[in-house]
């Protein structure tokens, strides 16, 4: 399997331009759980679908921030328009729904670093 | 609410032994976890432990943990220098069962 696929791996890119991160999530995942790093704030887990539903999106830190699960094997977190502080490692996860209280283990992708001049 | 505290920083001499520390507040934790985080890359799962069991040991790692003090710890025998990267504690709960709330990952250095 070839894991977590994330796209592109690093973007650099002038305020006010919109960013686009790309996700492929493994397949018969049925969670896909996006996170941002940063040296100040740690990781922060921004938002994360339940079979492509958005189920939690009280991490995403402005209106300028979405994303979407248009299917079970493609994700995108959209930035528009992007500043300076989006500037991070963005980070996509994905797991499978286990039996009862399993140990729910989450896949990291490699991961986008961002940066926004 | 739920929050999961470790210290940012650990130097180790190669050879000794590591031990990273965390604290968590949610009482009602199901699992508890440690990721690692090697440069560049994302997290990987380390370990893991059942919030029902106190011990845990899978040959150079040993996960203990104290539910009373809400305290869980990671022990790396024999640190070596491919150990350096940074450590992730982790939990999920009853409450909050689909998603992991992570620390801040606590950076481990290995000085010869």
């Known amino acids: 399997d070839a894991g977590v696929i994330q796209s592109p791996r690093h973007e650099v890119t002038e305020m006010g331009q919109e960013v686009t991160l790309r996700c492929k999530p493994i397949?018969?995942?049925?969670?896909l759980f996006w996170y941002r790093q940063t040296m100040m704030r740690g990781l922060e887990l921004l938002i994360y679908?339940?079979?492509?539903?958005?189920?939690?999106d009280s991490g995403m830190p402005e209106d300028r921030f979405s994303a979407k699960m248009p299917n079970a094997s493609f994700s995108t977190l959209k930035i528009q328009p992007s500043e300076p502080r989006d500037s991070a490692v963005y980070f996509c996860?994905?797991?499978?729904?286990?039996?009862?209280?399993?140990?729910?283990?989450?896949?990291f992708g490699p991961g986008t670093r961002l940066t926004v001049l | 609410g739920e929050d999961v505290e470790q210290s940012l920083f650990l130097s180790v001499r190669e050879g000794d032994s590591s031990v990273i520390n965390c604290t968590y507040t949610?009482?009602?934790?199901?699992?508890l976890y440690w990721y690692k985080q090697e440069p560049g890359a994302g997290l990987q799962l380390l370990t893991y432990?059942?919030?029902?069991?106190d011990m845990k040991q899978d040959q150079r790692l040993t996960v203990l943990l104290n539910k009373k003090d809400k305290h869980l710890s990671l022990r790396i025998a024999d640190t070596q220098t491919g150990d350096s990267a940074i450590y992730f504690c982790?939990?999920?709960?009853?409450?909050?069962?689909?998603?992991?709330?992570f620390g801040s990952g606590t950076r481990l250095s290995i000085r010869p």
């Open positions: 679908f339940n079979n492509n539903v958005p189920i939690d």
């Open positions: 397949s018969g995942h049925d969670y």
């Open positions: 432990i059942f919030s029902n069991m």
């Open positions: 949610d009482s009602s934790s199901t699992y």
């Open positions: 996860a994905s797991r499978m729904t286990g039996r009862g209280l399993g140990k729910n283990e989450q896949f």
């Open positions: 982790a939990e999920t709960t009853y409450s909050s069962a689909s998603k992991i709330i």
